[in-house]
């Protein structure tokens, strides 16, 4: 987890701690220690801030730099191909 990434697109969207723990339904202190790297954050907290801040997991995690999240009828299609695939 890009930790450094977390903070960072926190402070730009001018949101604090609590209302990102809140959002999680969790404590201000429990999120502050997934931001300084004290704590792991568990996987569904991870998609959950994706979808908090409309950014990618693959962003979040530091695997790219793009942070739009990935479009609908781009994962449809994968998962076609991935049936095909199995299919074959």
């Known amino acids: 987890m ?3 990434r977390l903070r960072e697109i926190r402070k730009d969207r001018d949101i604090k701690q609590e209302d990102v723990a809140k959002a999680l339904g969790i404590k201000r ?3 502050s ?4 790297g004290k704590r792991l954050i568990p996987l569904h907290y ?21 942070k739009e999240p990935y479009k609908k ?3 449809a299609k994968q998962n076609n191909s991935k049936h095909e695939i199995t299919q074959a």
Request: proline content about 0%; overall charge negative; glycine content about 2%.
């Open 73 to 75: 009828s781009i994962l």
């Open 2 to 4: 890009n930790i450094d």
């Open 29 to 31: 202190q429990q999120y």
């Open 33 to 36: 220690e997934y931001e300084i």
């Open 46 to 66: 991870i998609s959950d801030l994706a979808d908090f801040y409309n950014v990618s997991v693959d962003y979040l995690i530091g695997r790219t730099d793009t």
